[in-house]
Every structure is written in C-alpha cells, then in structure tokens.
C-alpha cells in the first residue's frame, strides 16, 4: 500500500477531527511513536508510524471512522494499552490507530447481576470499584494496573496460572457491542444470566485481536468476592518451585487466583527495596 500524499494526509486528517473533533486527532510526532510501539524495546521504523491518534469518545464515532477509513483504504489499529506480549498490536503499515483510553464508563448494573464498561477502562480500576460493591473481577493479569479491558477481552486471557480456577474472561461475558470493519454497530450475546446455548456471536470477538471489530462495550456478570488468604512460599530452587505448584493444584481445592513466581535474584532484590532480607531462594 503506498503511503498517503500530503494533500491526502490533510484531508484524512480534516475529516477526522470533524468526527471526533480537533482536540482528539493528535498527528504529534511523539504522540504517534508511542501509539506505534508496544511494549517490547525494539526500535519502530519509519514505515509503521501512524498518520494519526484518533480518540474517540463514543461508539458512534469509532463507526464513522471505520466507515471512512475503508472508503480511503486506510489501515485502522486498535490500541488500549499496547501491553499486549504477543507482537499482535504493532502497525505493520500506516494508518490511523484508534486508542480507546477515552472509552472509560463503568456501569453496575446490581439487580440484574452484571456490570458494563467500555473497552478503555483500566483492568485495576473496574476491579476496585466492583470490590468496593462486594464483587470480584475474575481477570488477574500481571498488567491489571495499566491494560484496558478491551485489550484482555480481545485478547482473552487474564493468565495461565489462574486457568484453572478463574477461567477466562470469556467465562464471564454477557456480550459486547461491536463496530465491525465496515462500521456497522451490533450487539452480541444476552442482558439475561443464561447465556445462548446455541451458536453465541460473543465468542467470535474473543481471542481474534481486533481482527474482527471493535469492541466498544463490555458486559459481564458480577461474582461475589471470595474468600481469601495470601501466602508467600520460599524454595530451595525453581525445580521445587514447580513442584509445589504443581502440588497445589492437583492436592488442594480452590485453587490460587494469582500467583507470582520469582527467582532468587529477582526475590531478594524485591525483598531489599522493602528493607527485607534476602529470602534466600525463589518465591
Ligand atoms: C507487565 C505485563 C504483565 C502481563 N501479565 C499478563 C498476565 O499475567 N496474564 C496475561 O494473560 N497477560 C499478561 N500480559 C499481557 C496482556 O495480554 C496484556 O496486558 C493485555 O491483554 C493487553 O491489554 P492492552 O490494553 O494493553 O491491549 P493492547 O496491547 O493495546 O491490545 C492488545 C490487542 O487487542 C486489540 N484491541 C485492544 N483493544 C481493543 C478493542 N476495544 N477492540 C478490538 N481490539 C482491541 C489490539 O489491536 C491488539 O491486537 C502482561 C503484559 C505486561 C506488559
């Protein structure tokens, strides 16, 4: 795909602040290397910065954008917190990149059993607000505090380690709303506890990374908090490390809902920062 002319750029550029308005197109240098790169250290080429950083502020808007980038055959990327460890979110060509971090309502909807959010909440954020009402956010990534729920859904996991007893965020969704590539707006899945038996178009958006659409709403039923303790094991090395957890999940029911391993190194440094001794093997 050849790159945009000027006189193209500035026009892509005029009809997108006439849909999202001039203070949430950002074509600023800096502003479009960071929403190019994720979070591995690898340089980012000339070729793959954005043309722009959109913000959109509704779902309506997120449509419009879409609707006009394939008329122009514009490359459209989705960007929550670039956080992602697969390599998926990096732009591979120009384009406009859609951040969502403006997509940020919450809602609990208590008497009928689920909340809903848009996709740039903060994971931590709906956890804490749904813990304040007694609730519990089954999602229990390493980057709770900085990824966006939009980028765990699509993405659909919340961590290997805690498979087992939280399953996937997919476990939990109601449905979502979706602007798909060509603009269209649909809704998927129930307002209702019973999910579909049959065929659910939720599960289509899950895992996909943004291929499919966008997600721009996020419906999930509440859990109640469960009980719970925390614990901090030392081993003597990384091999009876894996052994005990091992141990834990074929021997002891529940099983953990977050787990951290650190080696030696990595334990007694965090230890030091806390003033701690060292512990003296991994944790
Ligand atoms: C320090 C650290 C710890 C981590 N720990 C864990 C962990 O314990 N368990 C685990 O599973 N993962 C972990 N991850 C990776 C985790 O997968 C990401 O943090 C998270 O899923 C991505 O969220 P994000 O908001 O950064 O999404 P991004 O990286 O911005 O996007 C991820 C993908 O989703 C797409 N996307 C984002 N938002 C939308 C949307 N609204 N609609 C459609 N597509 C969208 C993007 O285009 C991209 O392809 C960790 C990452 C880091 C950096």
């Known amino acids: 795909m050849s790159r945009l002319s000027e006189a193209e750029l500035e026009k892509m550029i005029k009809v997108l602040e006439g849909i999202?308005?001039?203070?949430y197109v950002s074509t600023n240098l800096f502003e479009r290397i960071k929403n190019t790169l994720d979070v591995y250290p690898y340089e980012v080429q000339?070729?793959?910065?954005?043309?722009?950083?959109?913000?959109?502020?509704?779902?309506?808007?997120?449509?419009?954008?879409?609707?006009?980038?394939?008329?122009?055959?514009?490359?459209?990327?989705?960007?929550?917190?670039?956080?992602?460890?697969?390599?998926?979110?990096?732009?591979?060509?120009?384009?406009i990149v859609i951040n969502t971090h403006r997509l940020d309502k919450l809602e609990?909807?208590?008497?009928?059993?689920?909340?809903?959010c848009e996709p740039g909440c903060i994971v931590a954020r709906v956890a804490d607000k749904l813990a304040e009402?007694?609730?519990?956010?089954?999602?229990?990534?390493?980057?709770?505090?900085?990824?966006?729920?939009?980028?765990?859904?699509v993405n659909n996991t919340s961590g290997h380690i805690v498979d087992p007893s939280i399953g996937k965020p997919g476990d939990?969704?109601?449905g979502l709303e979706v602007v798909l590539p060509d603009g269209e707006i649909i809704e998927t899945g129930t307002k209702g506890l019973r999910r579909p038996a049959g065929t659910d178009l939720t599960k289509l958006f899950l895992g996909g990374d943004g291929l499919l659409g966008v997600i721009t709403k996020i419906r999930m039923?509440?859990?109640?908090?469960?009980?719970?303790?925390?614990?901090?094991?030392?081993?003597?090395?990384?091999?009876?490390l894996a052994r005990g957890v091992q141990r834990m999940y074929?021997?002891?029911?529940?099983?953990?809902l977050f787990m951290e391993f650190l080696d030696d190194r990595a334990a007694s440094f965090g230890f030091g920062l806390r003033g701690l001794e060292s512990p003296g093997g991994p944790v």
């Open 20 to 23: 999202v308005s001039k203070e």
């Open 172 to 174: 939990y969704l109601l």
């Open 221 to 240: 039923r509440l859990v109640p908090q469960p009980e719970r303790a925390y614990g901090l094991a030392v081993y003597k090395d990384l091999l009876s």
């Open 108 to 116: 609990v909807f208590e008497d009928c059993g689920y909340f809903e």
């Open 133 to 153: 009402l007694g609730y519990f956010l089954p999602m229990a990534p390493g980057s709770r505090q900085i990824a966006t729920m939009g980028g765990i859904v």
């Open 46 to 95: 000339r070729e793959q910065i954005c043309y722009a950083v959109v913000m959109p502020g509704t779902t309506q808007e997120i449509s419009e954008i879409m609707k006009y980038a394939n008329s122009i055959k514009v490359p459209v990327f989705i960007r929550g917190s670039g956080t992602h460890l697969g390599g998926n979110y990096r732009p591979h060509a120009p384009g």
């Open 250 to 256: 074929l021997e002891r029911r529940p099983a953990p």
